[in-house]
């Protein structure tokens, strides 16, 4: 099994999420995070005062797959969230040695 970990613009969001849900991911868990990356945050004016915005704000998607669906996961994620433009986000995949549900105890991929 694997973890899909997406960082992606806000408005991309809904387009990911139907596209993964197209593709047969029942489930997946959204965050609100800030960062920076290359981007290096903006500047933003406010009342007539510039000022600095160190940290952007994105959205995480984590969704746990199997391994023979990690790179239809994947493409769909960069697919659908791609604009062209510095920003874009990254994904990070890694291995999960075991999944549990807690309610039924199903262990592996069952419990997906």
């Known amino acids: 099994m694997k973890k899909v970990e997406a ?3 806000h ?10 849900t197209e593709c047969g991911i029942d489930g997946m868990t959204i965050t609100e995070v800030r ?9 933003e004016m406010y009342r007539g005062t510039e000022y ?3 940290f952007v704000p994105k959205v995480k998607i984590e969704v746990v797959c199997a391994a023979d669906n990690l790179k239809k996961v ?3 994620m960069i697919k659908t969230a791609q604009t ?7 994904v990070f995949v890694s291995s999960l040695d075991e ?11 069952e419990a997906l």
């Open 7 to 9: 960082i992606i613009r």
């Open 35 to 43: 960062g920076f990356g290359r981007q290096k945050g903006h500047t």
């Open 52 to 54: 600095a915005v160190d």
């Open 99 to 109: 999944v549990i549900r807690i309610r039924t105890g199903e262990v592996g991929i």
């Open 74 to 76: 994947v493409d769909t």
């Open 84 to 90: 062209g433009q510095i920003g874009d986000g990254k």
């Open 11 to 20: 408005f991309k969001l809904e387009d990911v999420k139907n596209a993964l």
